[in-house]
């Protein structure tokens, strides 16, 4: 029989035992797995929240402006500084903004906000803008009205549960309603009856237009057709004051952005600041987003520029952000490392039950010729076994809550949910899809293993025989 063989015999002669080490290894990997996925998706939703509704992954800039944001340090971009850019084969697209800030008014409510002048085709392009439009409102008045249709009990506490929440396409919205592909046809008509928001975003030929976040919509009760008014400083200290007609309202997805932005077209922003030609930042759109291939394409872009402008990484842009997750990312990492220690323990503990346990076993192999490297050998493999299966049934545990956490992320509510709000994160936690830290988990369980073999092999080759048949 081959050594192998005889270990897999061996494993199951006591199967308490082997259950008892496995299933102290299943339990280390599963939470290890479904606790590292949650934090790591936490981040990957934070950090494209950010990035996809605000900063991008790459931007030019005044290099002063970074450290003092203000109009004084933006600068005038020209043609063909654009077109080279555009060259790079990872860029996409490059469009300018001007960015200031400024205090809105709405009748008596008041908020200082972000004034971001764009360019409307080339925003929606790299920031795809438009399709965060609002096209849906759980208002109270669509409450009732669909209340009064024939709806489920569970239908109706959803719809309360919901009450002001606005969505700017029907995936989500199926998912926090739980509507299935067989009832859609039963509810979706009635949300798209009384709960559609008329809707529409700038073209860059409006001069008096905004299009605002829905968080600040709701904070200053400005709808659609509504005037606000807009006041703060200007280039080189002007002042800046003017009337706009809300013409769209947006949902996105980082709410600390959603409660303050105003787009107006960036001819307009200049107009208001008095910066003509002026901006003060421009996105660059990629095609690979990997964080090697967006160090690598700021490294050519900034051989391309020259002072008084650089260009900024995404993580320089939200440095504040990236080293509060770093360092949120270390508190998790030490769980793990105590959630580790413990099966550690738990091994080392079972390894030597089973070497007091087995211990005339083993002298009586040894003593009818067996040697002591062959007995060494399937007890390794014995131990190597163990670990596997415990290793195997705690991935293969993990994978169904990962994948479903990843498409229908648990979404808080309630008191929970507005603390995160008030954070500026969305109420959301998703899972992150099997990655490379699937493959560090099971990296540290056969660590562990391999200290725990070569401590049993320790164990024999120092064994007396004599005193292990007298056991």
């Not at 904070?219 to 004051?241: E, F, R, S």
């Not at 545990?397 to 990962?402: A, F, H, Q």
């Not at 099997?434 to 725990?452: E, G, K, M, R």
Request: glycine content about 6%; overall charge neutral; aromatic content about 10%.
């Amino acid at each position: 029989m081959k050594d192998y063989q005889l270990a897999w015999k061996n494993i199951w002669r006591n199967k308490r035992r082997t259950l008892i080490t496995a299933a102290s290894v299943f339990f280390a990997v599963f939470f290890a797995l479904v606790m590292r996925s949650f934090q790591l998706g936490a981040y990957d939703r934070l950090f494209k929240n950010v990035i996809e509704s605000y900063s991008g992954y790459l931007q030019l800039q005044h290099i002063d402006y970074f450290d003092d944001p203000n109009l004084d340090n933006s600068f005038e971009i020209n043609q063909a500084l654009i077109d080279q850019i555009r060259k790079d084969p990872n860029v996409t697209d490059i469009v300018t903004r001007l960015e200031s800030f400024a205090l809105a008014a709405a009748g008596s409510h008041t908020q200082g906000v972000l004034v971001l002048g764009i360019d409307p085709p080339g925003e929606n392009k790299v920031m795809n803008i438009r399709n965060k439009l609002v096209k849906y409102k759980i208002t109270p008045d669509a409450i009732e009205k669909i209340k009064n249709e024939q709806v489920s009990d569970h239908t109706k506490k959803l719809l309360d549960l919901f009450k002001g929440e606005a969505y700017s396409g029907e995936t989500r919205l199926m998912i926090d309603f739980g509507i299935s592909d067989s009832d859609s046809a039963e509810i979706l008509p009635l949300i798209r009856r009384y709960a559609s928001f008329n809707n529409a975003f700038l073209t860059g030929k409006e001069t008096n237009d905004v299009v605002i976040g829905d968080g600040l919509s709701e904070y200053l009760k400005a709808n659609v057709g509504d005037t606000i008014v807009l006041m703060g400083q200007g280039y080189h200290g002007t002042t800046a004051a003017g009337r706009y007609k809300v013409k769209g309202i947006v949902k996105l997805s980082a709410p600390d952005i959603d409660n303050i932005i105003v787009y107006l077209p960036i001819e307009s922003a200049r107009e208001l600041y008095a910066a003509p030609a002026m901006a003060t930042s421009a996105v660059i759109s990629l095609k690979s987003n990997d964080d090697d291939d967006i160090l690598q394409t700021g490294n050519r872009l900034k051989n391309m520029v020259s002072d008084p402008m650089t260009i900024k990484t995404w993580q320089e842009l939200n440095a504040l952000m990236v080293n509060q997750m770093e360092a949120d990312n270390r508190s998790g990492m030490i769980m793990i490392g105590v959630l580790y220690m413990v099966i550690a323990f738990g091994v080392f503990g079972t390894v030597l039950m089973m070497m007091a346990e087995r211990r005339r076993e083993f002298g009586m192999l040894v003593s009818i010729g067996m040697q002591k490297t062959k007995l060494a050998k399937v007890v390794s493999l014995e131990m190597l076994f163990i670990g596997l299966l415990g290793v195997a049934a705690g991935v293969a545990g993990s994978l169904p809550i990962v994948f479903y956490g990843h498409f229908h992320p648990l979404r808080f509510t309630g008191e929970f949910a507005r603390m995160y709000e008030d954070y500026g994160f969305e109420p959301v936690m998703p899972t992150m899809l099997p990655d490379t830290f699937y493959l560090w988990q099971i990296v540290v369980v056969l660590i562990i293993l391999v200290i725990a073999i070569i401590f049993s092999s320790r164990k024999i080759f120092r064994m007396n025989v004599i005193n292990a048949m007298r056991a």
